[in-house]
């Protein structure tokens, strides 16, 4: 690995795109340190440590934005717009028709698209930020008991300004997350997510005080959870797809068989981030209208929050891939191509065999993303753990962290392959050269 590591030095672009990503990390992790103006951070951070009441709901958005909101720092909202954004035009184009044309006309139509999901961006920036800033919103503001002190104190003008220093914040971080994509190594807005999670795990895990024998359960079940999103991530199952011969005078063509793979987890991160995101807006009202009692069985944890997260997964697992995979289309574009799945009549029944393959691989894949993700939580609780650790054991980081770590690895040994270097996944003493 060590080998590989220094190949990628040896090739100028490589290099130049490493130390690029890098820079951008970098600049991210300086404005993730900078606070709101007339906020003490030393207080937030305490008040979302100690856990319940809307302190709940601000670890989870913590987490996800990297710190930030746990600092009340300008990148506090981090990249989490943009993805909703993202998430949604998704969703509107197997929707809505003529947006399914559109990203059907090539670059052009991907840049379009592009640019509205950035327009879309910041009406979204303006309601989290508002939400971001609402429980500050008072002078000498008490957030769980604990008193959050203004300097000065708070009025319309500091929120607007607040409100404005997040648009821009989140704004500046999407376009970190394209320049890092276009210039850089990976997809930036996968890697600024992962940047945020790893640099908060080591605070937490130091915080927690942990016992000998806590701390090598831990390290199992991280283990376990880790080597369990590998497996599933990379998992395939392989459809045998066979191609028609034709005969051309004397010569036949055609005829190989190839193979359709189809990931067992087909949706990916998508239906925990769904599941988990749905979960905080029931809470958050039910804390809002002086429901204690709903929003605690609702919190982070308990068993009614579990039970409603697998349900969720399961759902939105099913609905994601109902979305992104249409077997009727596949069928056909297969029959015009000329190739069959051996055993199985071409159109319908073709389309009806790939849709049973389909429901019993994310049947299977939706059953591990809510065994992983609710899993940890149930052994952090019992193990007496502190709050703010089980959301780092959760399955959402992890799957997050793992799957970019994955696709970061595919990319840097795609570029060592090219070159014919040994990559990461090759074993041997290969000669290098380019």
């Not at 065994?371 to 609780?381: N, S």
Request: net charge positive; with cysteine.
């Amino acid at each position: 690995m060590f080998k590989s590591v220094a190949n990628l030095f040896r090739i100028p672009e490589v290099r130049k795109r490493i130390l690029y990503t890098v820079g951008f990390l970098v600049v991210y992790r300086v404005g993730w340190n900078i606070p709101l103006p007339g906020i003490d951070p030393d207080k937030v951070k305490a008040v979302v440590n100690q856990g319940g009441g809307q302190a709940g709901i601000l670890q989870f958005l913590d987490i996800i934005s990297g710190g930030g909101i746990q600092h009340a720092s300008l990148f506090s909202l981090g990249i989490m717009p943009y993805i909703s954004a993202s998430i949604i035009f998704s969703l509107l184009v197997k929707v809505i028709p003529a947006l399914e044309k559109l990203s059907k006309e090539g670059s052009a139509g991907t840049r379009k698209i592009n640019q509205w999901t950035r327009i879309a961006t910041v009406p979204i920036c303006m309601v989290q930020g508002f939400f971001a800033i609402k429980p500050y919103m008072r002078p000498h503001a008490v957030l769980n008991g604990v008193p959050i002190t203004f300097s000065p104190d708070p009025g319309f003008w500091w929120a607007t300004g607040s409100i404005v220093a997040l648009i821009a914040g989140a704004i500046f971080l999407m376009w970190i997350g394209e320049q890092i994509t276009e210039n850089g190594v990976g997809n930036g807005i996968s890697l600024l997510i992962m940047a945020g999670i790893v640099a908060r795990l080591p605070v937490s895990l130091v915080g927690a005080n942990l016992t000998a024998a806590h701390a090598v359960l831990l390290s199992a079940l991280f283990v376990f959870v880790i080597l369990g999103v590998v497996y599933i991530t990379k998992g395939q199952r392989k459809i045998p797809v066979q191609y028609a011969k034709l005969t051309r005078g004397r010569r036949v063509y055609g005829g190989q068989r190839h193979y359709l793979p189809i990931r067992v987890n087909q949706a990916g991160v998508m239906p925990v981030i769904f599941a988990s995101a749905l979960l905080a807006f029931p809470q958050m009202i039910f804390s809002a209208i002086g429901l204690p009692r709903l929003a605690n069985a609702l919190h982070h944890g308990q068993y009614l929050w579990s039970l409603l997260y697998i349900v969720l997964t399961f759902f939105f697992a099913f609905f994601w891939v109902a979305l992104m995979f249409n077997p009727l289309e596949m069928s056909k574009n297969m029959k015009e191509y000329g190739s069959f799945i051996p055993g199985i009549r071409p159109g319908k029944p073709t389309a009806e065999h790939l849709e049973r393959i389909m429901n019993r691989i994310t049947l299977a894949g939706a059953s591990f993303l809510a065994v992983i993700a609710v899993l940890p939580v149930i052994i952090a609780d019992t193990l007496n753990l502190p709050e703010n650790l089980t959301y780092y054991l959760g399955g959402t980081t992890i799957l997050i962290v793992v799957s970019v770590a994955l696709d970061l690895v595919d990319k840097l040994n795609s570029y060592l392959v090219m070159r014919n270097y040994d990559g990461f996944l090759r074993g041997g003493g290969g000669k290098g050269g380019r």
